[in-house]
């Protein structure tokens, strides 16, 4: 990574503990639920508070087989209906060229967390409802889904490429292929 775009993430991204570092016992104790449109619920109550739904996904991790709420010590399990993040904003960074780049798209999440797409987190398709749709790869093991008004701002951003019969994306340097 290069130090230009190290210092984007540094600016853009959002705070996320070190959970890897943790490894307390699972509680048991907990019922946490992500639902398809990225709402956060507790034993069946919706949490609305927004900074609490932040704070529960700072520590939020995906090992390859489960979703895991990590603290040094406690680790609890989470149910995901589909993504844990949905992508609901996004904004070309406005001092990309500081950071040596043409255009950088900063994308907002549910949660109102922004994440720069770049080679870190790339974009790439994946089956949402039986369509082909772009997500965003995030940090410990974690994505969101691009909600459909996202993606078609994007499909007039993109350019076609004959060549590849793709719809391109640029963005921190890296192009990535929204179809």
Known sequence: MTDKLSLLLQEYLSHHAPTEHWQAVECGVGDFRIDRNGRWFHQGDEIKRLPLARLFASVL???GKRYLLKTPGETCTVSVEA?????VAWHICPDAMQYGFDKVIICEDNLG???PVCGQFPLYMAMYKGQSIPHLKLNYGLCA?????????????????DVEEAMLLHSAGEVFILN
């Open 83 to 87: 993504t844990p993040l949905v992508i």
């Open 113 to 115: 967390r922004y994440w």
């Open 145 to 161: 889904r691009i909600e459909r008004n996202v993606f078609y701002q994007w499909v007039e951003l993109a350019e076609y490429s």
């Open 61 to 63: 991790s995906y090992d």
